[in-house]
Every structure is written in C-alpha cells, then in structure tokens.
C-alpha cells in the first residue's frame, strides 16, 4: 500500500513569512497527526485528527499555526508568520483504528516529512 | 516536561554483537511502548512495540522487554547488523489511537 505522502520535502523562508505543508495520510486513516521535530529532539505533537475533527490541538500554538482537514483524508498545515524557533521537520503520520490485539499497539505511518529552515 | 527518556544520545556496536538501547518513563498511565528507527531524510518507521500487560516482545532479531516498577523498557537487538544503524527513538501512548510521546533518540552505529 502507498504510504503517508508529504509535500515539500524542503523549505526555506524568511521570518514573518508564511508556509503550508500538505499531508495524505495512507488510505481508510481515519487518524490523522502532525508532529515537530526540532534539531536533537524527538516528535512531538502539534495537532491529531479523527476523520475532520480535532482531538488534541493542546500543543499547538495557535497564535500562528493552523491546520485542517476538510474531507478527513488530506490535511494542511500552515504557519503565519513564522519566527526563527519554527525551524523544524514536520511530521504527518496516521494510523487505522486498530484492535489492541493485532500486536502492533498503537502503530502511527510516518510521512518522510517537510524540513523548514527559517532564517 | 519531558515524559519519556533516553539518556544515551549514541551507542556503538560490533557487528555481531548485542545492543541494548534503555528508555525510562513517568508517567504511569502509558499503557502501549513502541520502538520507531529512523534514517535520515525519512519518516520514523514502526519496529516493534509492548502493551503494559506483558513484560517481554519478540520480533525476530529485536526484543522489547518492559518492566513496570521500574518505569524503563529496553530493545534488545540480536545480533547487530551494520544496516540497524540509525537513530532509534522510544515512544508511549496512554491509549490506543492516542498521540505518541517520544524520547530525544538514541544513535546507534554497527562497526562491521
């Protein structure tokens, strides 16, 4: 099966610039999650999706970022304006709904990722 | 706050030989462990996970062991092959379909 596309790969931005990244998570997810990885730290989650609605947005900073998904397949997120800190990889990962018993517990499909450079 | 912990930030290996990558932690409502490898330029990929009602998952050459008490689960990769090299970050879930909390990674290197 495909997996999780994400575009761009790269961007690079001035600061108070703005940026959207795309998402298509792998068919029939109905979860859908955007994860940032800043330089030496693991993920950590902006923003999770059941079909179109939110779940968890407690972590991100909604003063400048956004995201959707209208149709809960595809999602966006965007960025304005950005600042130097938002220099990062974003992560779309999604997942199935699962039963526990499968043995794979809780197993989220990364994307390659956008790595945004801010200068 | 940082939930989940790996205090080694590199681990290097002989081929051959075992590596034991160590992750801790605090919180205790974590029911689901997970074990991502990442290369760079690309996505973590899913290696091997552990529910809080068993101590010990095996998948092949990988083995995650978890003890509760202890709040620290460790990956057992026997035996090591130059290809494991990669970054290899710990992560738990209070729940199924929860976001995970990652660990900072560990980089493992596998000498031939």
């Known amino acids: 099966e495909a997996g999780v596309a994400q575009s761009p790969r790269y961007k690079i931005i001035e600061k108070r610039q703005s940026v959207a990244f795309w998402c298509n998570p792998i068919?029939?997810?109905?979860?859908l999650y955007w994860y940032q990885q800043i330089l030496g730290q693991g993920p950590k989650l902006l923003i999770q999706?059941?079909?179109?609605?939110?779940?968890?947005d407690s972590q991100l900073p909604k003063d400048r970022f956004s995201a959707e998904r209208l149709k809960g397949v595809d999602s966006t997120l965007k960025i304005q304006p950005a600042k130097l800190e938002d220099s990062a990889v974003y992560l779309c990962?999604?997942?199935?709904?699962?039963?526990?018993?499968?043995?794979?517990?809780?197993?989220?499909?990364f994307g390659p990722g956008t790595r945004l450079t801010v200068l | 706050d940082q939930q989940v912990k790996q205090n080694s930030p590199s681990l290097s290996v002989q081929e051959g030989r075992i590596s034991i990558l160590n992750c801790d932690y605090t919180?205790?409502?974590?029911?689901?462990f997970l074990w991502y490898k990442k290369y760079p330029a690309e996505g973590p990929t899913f290696l091997i996970s552990?529910?809080?009602?068993?101590d010990k998952n095996e998948d092949g050459r990988f083995t995650v062991f978890l003890n509760k008490s202890a709040k620290h689960l460790s990956l057992h990769i026997v035996p090591s092959q130059p290809g494991d090299s990669a970054v290899y970050f710990c992560?738990?879930?209070?729940?199924?379909?929860?976001?995970?909390?990652f660990g900072k990674g560990t980089s493992l290197l596998v000498t031939p």
């Open positions: 990962a999604s997942s199935p709904i699962r039963r526990p018993s499968s043995g794979r517990y809780n197993e989220q499909f």
């Open positions: 068919s029939g997810h109905a979860t």
């Open positions: 999706f059941q079909n179109n609605g939110v779940v968890d």
């Open positions: 919180n205790s409502m974590f029911d689901y």
């Open positions: 552990i529910s809080s009602i068993k």
């Open positions: 992560a738990a879930s209070a729940r199924s379909g929860y976001a995970l909390n």
